[in-house]
């Protein structure tokens, strides 16, 4: 039996294990962005070099480049909908 087929027929016999076990799957991918994300954002500001202070008294500032806030931003976006989506389908999945 093709592998479509019986894929479709455990779907069929199991909806809810298989909706949770793709809910999983959108769940540890989200997770996995925002570790990943603050991972990269911390390495980074680790790696920067300190800029001098405008004032004497305050301490120095150490911010990402324009594209990296980007870049982030949008990783937390997606990881969002992810883990948002992972939600929706757990819910969906007691339903069933």
Known sequence: ?????????????????????LALFYGLCGAWLVFATQYRSRRAIANLTVSPANSAGS????????????????????????????????LISTLI
């Open 59 to 90: 301490p120095p500032l150490m911010e990402l480049d324009p594209a990296s806030q980007r870049t982030n931003r949008l990783f937390y976006t997606v990881a969002a909908v992810c883990l948002g989506l992972a939600m929706l389908l757990t």
């Open 1 to 21: 039996m093709p592998a479509l087929q019986s894929a479709w027929i455990f779907y069929l016999n199991h909806p809810a294990f298989v909706i949770n076990a």
